[in-house]
């Protein structure tokens, strides 16, 4: 048996074990059911080192986020995750790698119920490919284009902390340890806001994960939804250890610009604003209102403390380190 | 607007538009429907320069390829294909090679009434996943594992034309020009044989696709399902042009040794075997016996002329070349 084959044998069970995986790791495809009366939603990323994670980031780290990056999509669209694939390219055989990389993919895996089905193991430079499945029930998924002048804009958790904590990493930005550990933790090992996504997902309008930072993101509501938006920087949740470590000013810029913070920025009409809080309560994350979807197509304004404030010029992160 | 965003306009429709696509490509997820009464199948392979292909494969090879050898897998299990998601790796943003690439990928799609339902497209170096999926109806799943001692063993097309191909390409087999064309093109563009895969899917036990050489491919039925078996080699089905251009000889060591064919392998039991050909005549595709599953697991006998014959070192050439 070669190389190449044996790392498979690290996945071989694939985790968490579910009733609708009828054939699942070892044949030429997974086979699977889906309830009745349920729509299947899937979404694919791919990391690839030195692009989307440092080339000296912990195997666990890297197979978590990519868990995480996947799962998140789905709870952008309000579904309940159930398999994922994944296919991981590596330019040599390590064990202790290997085993560390398991750890952090069945992490997510078994808490949120969901079976590695299949998948392909190569050898190439170091690259993940992961799809990953949810179910949703028909005319529930959240989608970009659904968003409303007058619907209020929120998100969930704090904004900005895994661009300082990729800062932290890269040496330029110094922190305390506690700051460093809740920050990098945040850029290490993000939390996709899978229950969020399901519980607003009869209340929201549009919904979106922000990877590539908030006016990146809500951008792509914008030109989705063909309409404009006010955010009140002032708003916006910021991480007492982002403000400690960076100051309120740049905490602002890191929250708008920074990727990869995996939190829902949705949006919600006046009429279901009520209901908001009450379905969050049982799943401890936090949502704030930010601000307000208007009706200029792609118009996005900011403005701090009522006053005029610039949009960043740099939407987004991605593939620039 | 970034290059790598732009990537995405070249596939921007998904091709082929299928009706249980509720959602397709510009979301955070595609949300697909399934008809009642069937189950999903799901398979992931991933091509890397360099390693499954040649550096200067052409486009429109490498996008074919990757989604016949997805197509292919779908059809070991019996199932009829219905979304891929793609995610493409490139180092460099090349307009004239996105162009033939998405010529590729299409005319397959189309051809099978496939719709390209999302992916990623990234920065790094020129790889590609496909995650395919198609429907199967409960408990029809061609699996591995479901050979029998006394089950016939047949394989589709001809063997080795493939493997034969690649080494004309890199100059290590001479041919002429008509050996050249089919011999290259079985390497380039091969068939997956999904009408053969559902045509069969009553029918036969045990299914792979032969993408690592028979004689490995067969050993992953063989330890699956816990049998052996007997292949008259001089039975192999070998096209006219591999044979004329290495002999009849070399042409047998192609068949079991050199992957890529995609061809399906599959067992049938005695019962059955009438049925066989009616079935497969409607898709034009032709199967061989080429021998025949014993009880002894994990042994593989091979036989020329009913005279036992070695079984070739070498199993499946992936990863190698």
Redesign the interface.
């Known amino acids: 048996m070669?190389e190449?084959d044996l790392i498979g044998r690290y996945f071989a069970d694939g985790g968490h074990q579910r009733k609708d995986v009828?054939?699942g790791i070892?044949?030429?495809?997974?086979?699977?059911?889906?309830a009745?009366n349920q729509?299947?939603?899937?979404?694919?990323?791919?990391l690839?080192s030195?692009?989307?994670f440092l080339e000296d980031t912990p195997a666990r780290s890297v197979a978590y986020k990519a868990v995480a990056v996947n799962l998140s999509?789905?709870a952008?669209?309000g579904?309940e995750p159930a398999?994922i694939?994944?296919?991981l390219?590596l330019p040599e055989f390590n064990d202790a790698w290997l085993e560390e990389f398991a750890a952090g993919l069945y992490e997510l895996t078994q808490y949120y119920s969901v079976q590695l089905?299949?998948?392909?193991t190569?050898?190439?430079?170091l690259?993940l490919?992961i799809?990953a499945?949810?179910f949703?029930p028909?005319n529930n998924?959240l989608?970009?284009?659904a968003a409303k002048p007058g619907d209020w804009i929120y998100a969930t958790g704090s904004l900005g902390d895994a661009g300082a904590g990729l800062d932290i990493l890269q040496g330029k930005l110094n922190a305390d340890f506690t700051q460093r550990d809740f920050l990098v933790n945040k850029h290490l090992f993000p939390s996709p806001r899978v229950a969020a996504g399901t519980a607003i997902r009869r209340i929201a309008n549009a919904?979106?994960?922000v990877s590539d930072g908030l006016v990146a993101d809500l951008q792509h509501i914008l030109r989705?939804s063909k309409c404009g938006a006010m955010v009140h920087v002032d708003k916006l949740p910021l991480s007492e250890a982002l403000v400690s470590c960076v100051g309120r000013e740049q905490a602002i810029q890191y929250a708008l610009t920074a990727g990869d913070d995996y939190e829902l920025l949705f949006t919600v009409n006046e009429e279901h604003k009520g209901i908001l809080e009450t379905s969050l309560s049982s799943t401890n994350v936090k949502a704030t209102c930010i601000g307000q979807i208007t009706g200029q197509a792609n118009k996005l304004e900011l403005k701090l403390n009522d006053v005029p404030f610039a949009v960043p010029e740099k939407g987004g992160y991605l593939?620039e380190f």
């Open positions: 070669k190449f009828i054939i070892g044949d030429d495809c997974a086979v699977t059911s889906l009745p729509q299947l939603a899937i979404t694919t990323d791919t690839i030195g692009v989307h999509d789905l952008a669209m579904a398999w694939s994944l296919s390219s089905i299949g998948g392909d190569v050898k190439g430079p690259s490919t799809t499945q949810g949703i028909p998924a989608t970009r284009s919904c979106i994960d989705a593939h």
